[in-house]
């Protein structure tokens, strides 16, 4: 037997032995992975190796491991392959910290694992073999364990309550990426929950559910506070618990919630505790024990919390506290409501002098510089003197650079002059957002006036919930103007008329938010006298689907005045989009585009379609033909193969595109609508029917199907209807594409 039959054969044994060890560990939970060569391109892995790296497009053999996961490359395992490969001994990790992915997508895991030689019958190195199991669920146990010791120290330290539920939510959504978090504290009578803690969830519904009441049927905390004890609604849309909350719930993307009551040790209620998920799931047994773990820790702090706030309450009991409650509120009404930042900062020199100084100013940091916003003082001269010029400036600079409260006093015998007036001090509090100061309150105290650490205290207060609604209002403006700016390139067009052709659509959106999401259609001219028109789909919904759908509506507008040919027009956006995937991953698109222009005997159509639901031809006599063109998904970093299709529309007859959504919605039953029905309703439309006419037809038995049921995914439908003859007669329609072929209509009974 030569050398080259004998390496062959041993390359054979070595492949067959980790085929036998890949068929062993193909359904275990353990991890197996052969990978060849230097470049370890990878040979066999089994399910568990696939589904912990990602699965979905990663599922794939016979390529380098690094093109399959280049973020292993940095982490240093690609290394660690080349070492074994190169020195043939084996390499074990023991609680491995591996990041799978990149972006938004990519994930924290731990493994246990072994790296070993893979040799032929001579001992030569053929590749590495991986053999592992994850750790990542006793690891986050761990860092689980961790986190609740370091929330007990806070305690012990006396840290703010408010830190300690804002440290403790995000340590669970750390642990648990797929949970948001929420801590409502009970009014001292336990018949409202207040806002405590929720970094994840969004401000709008934190103030909407701040002073839910406590009872049957408010949500999951309200009535997990009635009945003091734990509440879960694994499907917020159909729970009747939910009934009043469900459209707000919506609007934030919450699907479940599960609350805990924190209760006291005499069994007062404290408040509750809340895991919310963005879609329907019901709470295994290891979720019951985290939250009882941390209600009970949430109990703690708020009771250390109750107890310090009593002690401090009654050393401050004789400094008139109602007033300062008074002032407060009347602060936090004055600065609420529906105003923009500047209004607020003035409104914020308003309710400091002369409530808490004679003369108060407000300071903001734009472009590196200090610039005066507001100013309020007893007289116009004052007041003049105070915007025009800065006493305090460099205290107002330190206090930008520290975020510290600086205060001053002066001697009354030796006051400091300023423009005619004496000052006996001054106190400068930050404006603080997110941690960082952009602006200063400074408070100027005259002959007759002084302040104390109280005035110092309210001050800082007023500086705060003023700075909190400056914040909010700067970022209701920074998303109102972000909304306008995505909805007016986003609308969905109106149809234009063509010559010859009748055009109509059909659209519902599935869910609330932005008027247009992953389905999308359009309809626009070209140079030569011939109309374009697009229907697609893309795959998911929000903001990305949104700005995909305009990257691909808008690529097909501007690529359609150069190129004549649909298949290089369709392939141009497949390029767009495996461009801005380079970026992050933005799913896949499937669409159908074509050309169409008035001719002799009806329309001349020339088509694509690119992983779309087949189009259908619909003629006078009530016929449903289906155009079958071959051509991939768009955006999947494979080229789609595409190929053109050529039909004429007689007059009278309709090409009908449509979307998934529609032949894939589901009544209450769970029935779903399915293409025999979508067949029969075309059919069943008027006999000298219109493109308004079908349309209209579609939409009813969409609907009359839904039964009321919301929608699950975007429903489109664009019908295209070539015009009447010249005689007034419709004629019937007769497919010119060869690849259309008639389908007939089940009985749907």
């Keep these: 037997m030569s050398e080259l039959t004998l390496e062959t054969h041993d390359r054979q044994v070595a492949r067959g032995s980790d085929k036998d060890l890949s068929l062993l560990l193909g359904t275990s939970t353990a991890l197996f992975a052969s990978m060849t060569g230097p470049a370890h391109v990878l040979e066999a892995a089994n399910p568990a190796f696939f589904a912990a790296i990602g699965g979905g497009r990663r599922e794939r053999t016979g390529i380098p491991l690094v093109e399959l996961m280049p973020e292993l490359t940095a982490q240093g395992f690609i290394d660690l392959l080349d070492r074994v490969y190169r020195s043939g001994e084996r390499h074990v990790g023991r609680d491995a910290r591996v990041v799978i992915g990149d972006g938004e997508s990519a994930r924290e895991a731990y493994f246990d694992f072994t790296y070993e030689a893979r040799r032929d019958a001579d001992g030569d190195v053929l590749g590495v073999r991986m053999i592992g199991v994850e750790t990542t669920q006793v690891e986050h146990a761990r860092r689980l364990a961790a986190e609740q010791r370091a929330l007990l120290e806070q305690i012990a330290r006396e840290a703010p309550l408010p830190d300690v539920l804002d440290g403790m939510c995000r340590s669970i959504e750390e642990l648990s990426r797929e949970v948001l978090v929420s801590v409502l504290l009970a009014d001292e009578d336990g018949r409202h929950l207040r806002h405590g803690a929720a970094p994840s969830l969004p401000g709008f519904y934190n103030r909407a559910i701040d002073g839910i009441a406590t009872g049957e049927g408010v949500g999951s ?133 002369p409530a808490l100084a004679p003369l108060a100013a407000v300071d903001v940091l734009e472009a590196g510089r200090l610039r005066r916003v507001a100013a309020m003082a007893p007289t116009d001269t004052a007041h003049g003197l105070l915007l025009a010029s800065a006493p305090a400036h460099d205290a107002v600079t330190r206090v930008l650079a520290s975020g510290a409260t600086e205060e001053a006093a002066f001697s009354p015998a030796d006051p400091c ?63 109102a103007a972000l909304a306008r700016d995505l909805q007016a390139g986003l609308l969905l067009p109106d149809l234009p008329d063509i010559p010859g052709a009748q055009l109509a659509a059909f659209y519902h959106p599935a869910g609330e938010g932005l008027e247009i999401g992953g389905d999308f259609y359009d309809v626009f001219p070209r140079e030569d006298g011939s109309w374009a028109f697009i229907l697609g789909d893309v795959c998911g919904r929000g903001a990305k689907a949104a700005t995909t759908t305009a990257l691909v509506r808008h690529t097909a507008r501007t690529v359609a005045a150069l190129l004549d040919d649909p298949v290089d027009i369709v392939k141009a956006v497949d390029r767009a989009l495996h461009d801005r995937s380079d970026h992050g991953d933005n799913g896949f698109v499937t669409l159908v585009y074509g050309h169409l222009r008035p001719a002799a005997d009806g329309l001349a159509v020339q088509l694509v379609r690119a992983g779309h639901t087949p189009p259908l031809l619909l003629g006078d006599d009530r016929t449903v033909g289906m155009v079958e063109a071959r051509g991939g998904l768009l955006g999947v970093g494979i080229p789609p193969g595409l190929e053109a299709c050529r039909l004429t529309l007689p007059p009278g007859s309709s090409l009908v595109l449509y979307t998934d959504g529609i032949t894939e919605c589901r009544a209450v039953s769970g029935e779903q609508y399915g293409e025999p029905r979508l067949l029969k309703a075309l059919a069943e439309a008027p006999a000298r029917h219109t493109a308004a006419a079908i349309v209209r037809a579609l939409a009813e038995d969409v609907r009359h199907f839904a039964g009321g049921k919301d929608v699950e995914d975007d429903q489109a439908a664009l019908v295209i209807t070539s015009g009447a003859s010249s005689d007034g007669r419709v004629p019937g329609a007769e497919p010119a594409c060869r690849s259309a072929r008639e389908v007939s209509v089940p009985s749907l009974e």
């Design 221 to 353: 905390c309200g009535t997990a506070a009635h009945r003091r004890r734990h509440v879960a609604v694994s499907d917020i849309a159909t729970d009747p618990l939910w009934g009043d909350f469900r459209d707000l719930a919506a609007r934030a993307g919450l699907a479940a919630c599960w609350s805990t009551p924190i209760l006291a040790r005499d069994g007062r209620l404290l408040g509750t505790f809340a895991m919310y998920h963005r879609t329907p799931r019901a709470p295994q047994e290891a979720d019951l024990v985290l939250a009882r773990a941390f209600a009970d820790t949430a109990a703690l702090a708020v009771e250390r919390h109750k107890a310090e706030q009593a002690r401090r309450t009654a050393m401050a009991r004789e400094k008139a506290a109602r007033d300062d409650l008074a002032f407060l509120l009347a602060a936090s009404t004055a600065l609420s409501g529906r105003l923009d930042e500047a209004q607020i900062l003035q409104r914020l020199a308003t309710l400091a002098a």
């Design 417 to 479: 002059s300023w423009n005619g007036l004496d000052l006996t001090g001054y106190v400068c509090v930050p404006l603080v957002d997110r941690g960082k100061p952009f602006g200063a309150l400074t408070l100027l105290f005259t002959q007759g006036h002084s302040f104390d650490a109280h005035r110092v205290a309210l001050a800082g207060e007023l500086a705060r919930r003023a700075a909190s609604a400056a914040h909010s209002a700067r970022q209701y403006a920074q998303r």
